[in-house]
């Protein structure tokens, strides 16, 4: 339990205080190319109810182990990450799409134990599903 305490504090610092870093030198890097900006996310904190948009709900979804995850010791934790937007011409699913490779590579970027084996097994239209395998 130690392990998902240190896992999700470290993912909530960065969602709130790195994020937006990575949103803005995204932005200098590819605005052109995709034709808009992906826009700062409005959360103050992890929890929903904020009525500016764009934002951010992060929930842990569960902890899993099954039965080869046992052989090989790793434990999986889930988190699911739902957007919300302001109505615009991009589609949904293409802002999520950028902000959760943002994501993604700021979690590789971020020299944490925990980030070196995640992957990403469902995105949807307004949200995806960010899986952390942890060896133990």
């Given at each position: 339990?130690?392990?998902?305490?240190?896992?999700?504090?470290?993912?909530?610092?960065?969602?709130?205080?790195?994020?937006?870093?990575?949103?803005?030198?995204?932005?200098?890097?590819?605005?052109?190319?995709?034709?808009?900006?992906?826009?700062?996310?409005?959360?103050?904190?992890?929890?929903?109810?904020?009525?500016?948009?764009?934002?951010?709900?992060?929930?842990?979804?569960?902890?899993?182990?099954?039965?080869?995850?046992?052989?090989?010791?790793?434990?999986?934790?889930?988190?699911?990450?739902?957007?919300?937007?302001?109505?615009?011409n991009?589609?949904?699913?293409?802002?999520t799409?950028?902000?959760?490779?943002?994501?993604?590579?700021?979690?590789?970027?971020?020299?944490?134990?925990?980030?070196?084996?995640?992957?990403?097994?469902?995105?949807?239209?307004?949200?995806?599903?960010?899986?952390?395998?942890?060896?133990?």
């Amino acid at each position: 339990m130690n392990d998902f305490k240190k896992m999700y504090d470290r993912l909530e610092e960065l969602m709130l205080n790195k994020l937006p870093e990575c949103i803005v030198k995204w932005n200098k890097e590819n605005a052109d190319f995709y034709r808009f900006e992906l826009k700062p996310f409005t959360n103050g904190c992890m929890d929903p109810g904020t009525n500016k948009v764009p934002y951010f709900v992060m929930t842990f979804k569960e902890a899993e182990q099954a039965k080869k995850d046992r052989i090989i010791n790793t434990i999986n934790y889930r988190f699911d990450f739902e957007f919300y937007y302001e109505k615009d011409n991009v589609t949904d699913f293409k802002k999520t799409l950028l902000y959760e490779h943002v994501i993604e590579e700021m979690l590789k970027e971020d020299n944490f134990e925990y980030w070196q084996n995640i992957e990403i097994p469902k995105l949807t239209a307004k949200k995806f599903e960010l899986l952390v395998h942890v060896e133990w």
